[in-house]
């Protein structure tokens, strides 16, 4: 299964909520700059480090976020895109929870999920609303330990 994780997951693995080993030989694991950084904006270093060991262990690759946003994307590496998509999700996710801080990004990483065709793992309510609304796939990762995932 090719998924891109959320940030939240991570974090999961990490704190022990989830065991990496159930599943990770049948993943393909994807991530764009915006997990990375917010793995690496983590402000206890033991912690930032441990989310990275996470981050490689799962042999996650980066992808390009569709769309470049200021002050979030990378010009370097981010795509320009028309940013109609993200838009809209951002708009929907908007709505759903009053312009929450961190819409942009999670808009990002659900549209650059659904341009590539990957299964969203999350366990944020909102972001998954967003995503399955404009058609792309999301599951929590219960969802992947329960071996349903095999079905998508």
Do not use: P, W
């Not at 022990?16 to 270093?45: H, P, W």
């Not at 808009?107 to 065709?117: D, F």
Request: charged content about 30%; proline content about 0%.
């Amino acid at each position: 299964m090719k998924c891109m994780f959320d940030t939240n997951i991570f974090n999961d693995i990490l704190d022990g909520k989830i065991n990496i080993n159930t599943f990770k030989e049948n993943i393909t694991c994807y991530a764009t700059n915006v997990q990375y950084d917010e793995i690496n904006k983590t402000s206890e270093t033991t912690r930032r480090d441990k989310l990275n060991a996470v981050f490689s262990s799962l042999d996650t690759t980066r992808l390009a976020t569709e769309t470049c946003c200021f002050d979030t994307s990378r010009l370097d590496t981010d795509k320009l895109g028309d940013g109609v998509l993200y838009t809209e999700i951002k708009e929907f996710m908007d709505k759903l929870n009053k312009k929450k801080k961190n819409n942009e990004r999670d808009a990002l990483i659900a549209e650059t999920s659904i341009q590539n065709k990957l299964t969203l793992v999350t366990h944020d309510k909102e972001l998954y609303k967003a995503v399955t609304e404009f058609r792309g796939s999301a599951v929590n990762l219960y969802y992947i330990l329960t071996d349903s995932y095999r079905d998508i």
